[in-house]
């Protein structure tokens, strides 16, 4: 039987009044999309939602069989959507208070998506490492997305060759430019919610370069095959 340990420290997002922000456990979904664009000048753009059909929660792009229900672009465009403003995500989300929050990727971060499993043996080695981490989400799909530096899909193929892995033997994507994350606390259908394993703290708003972090990841992931 597999324990699983979620790493989740509590500090606010911090801000100019950061003792006064409450904590995001039961803020709305618009307050945090507000937040987001707001202290982090992350952009954040509002994807699908889940409604209530007979009694079970389905996807609003009513497609039953959804992949992501609840956690996904609701239109094509969605990259010119995205904002920083915190204004226009407040007016985005008075439109549709329920719409799960998805960051672009490629901005002001790339993402490294490793498996669950490989992230938390990453994390207990960056520990030890004494490595400066960025925000980490964990997913209910049982992904580890860690935030660092843009331009990571440029240089990771070649970092993880140097430490002699094949890219394709490690289950290890970089999401840049064109993708995006779900941020907390977006739902995945019946399967719960993003969560952050490592949250945005003041400590962490200068992100890490994916160079700092490649070697406990690959590994990680290397061990995890």
């Given at each position: 039987m597999t324990t699983r340990v979620v790493f989740i420290v509590e500090e606010t997002i911090a801000g100019t009044e950061a003792a006064q922000i409450p904590k995001q456990r039961g803020e709305s979904l618009l307050e945090t999309a507000v937040r987001y664009a707001e202290e982090r000048h992350?952009?954040?753009?509002?994807?699908?939602?889940?409604?209530?059909?007979?009694?079970?929660?389905?996807?609003?792009?009513?497609?039953?069989?959804?992949?992501?229900?609840?956690?996904?672009?609701?239109?094509?465009?969605?990259?010119?959507?995205?904002?920083?403003?915190?204004?226009?995500?407040?007016r985005m989300w008075q439109k549709q208070p329920t719409a799960s929050i998805l960051l672009p990727t490629g901005r002001t971060f790339d993402a490294i998506s490793v498996p669950e499993t490989a992230g938390f043996l990453a994390l207990a080695r960056m520990?030890?490492?004494?490595?400066?981490?960025?925000?980490?989400?964990?997913?209910?799909?049982?992904?580890?997305?860690?935030?660092?530096?843009?331009?990571a899909g440029v240089k990771v193929p070649d970092l993880v060759r140097k430490l002699g892995w094949s890219v394709s033997s490690l289950d290890l994507t970089v999401l840049g430019e064109g993708a995006y994350v779900a941020a907390p606390p977006t739902r995945f259908g019946s399967r719960g919610a993003v969560q952050w394993a490592c949250r945005p703290t003041p400590a962490n708003r200068w992100l890490p370069d994916a160079e700092e972090l490649i070697s406990p990841l690959a590994y990680a992931c290397g061990r995890d095959r």
């Open positions: 992350w952009d954040v753009f509002p994807g699908t939602w889940l409604e209530a059909v007979d009694g079970s929660q389905r996807c609003s792009c009513g497609d039953a069989a959804c992949p992501a229900p609840g956690s996904h672009p609701a239109r094509p465009d969605w990259a010119t959507q995205a904002t920083g403003s915190a204004t226009v995500a407040r520990e030890r490492m004494e490595l400066t981490l960025g925000p980490v989400t964990l997913t209910p799909d049982r992904r580890m997305e860690f935030f660092v530096l843009p331009g």
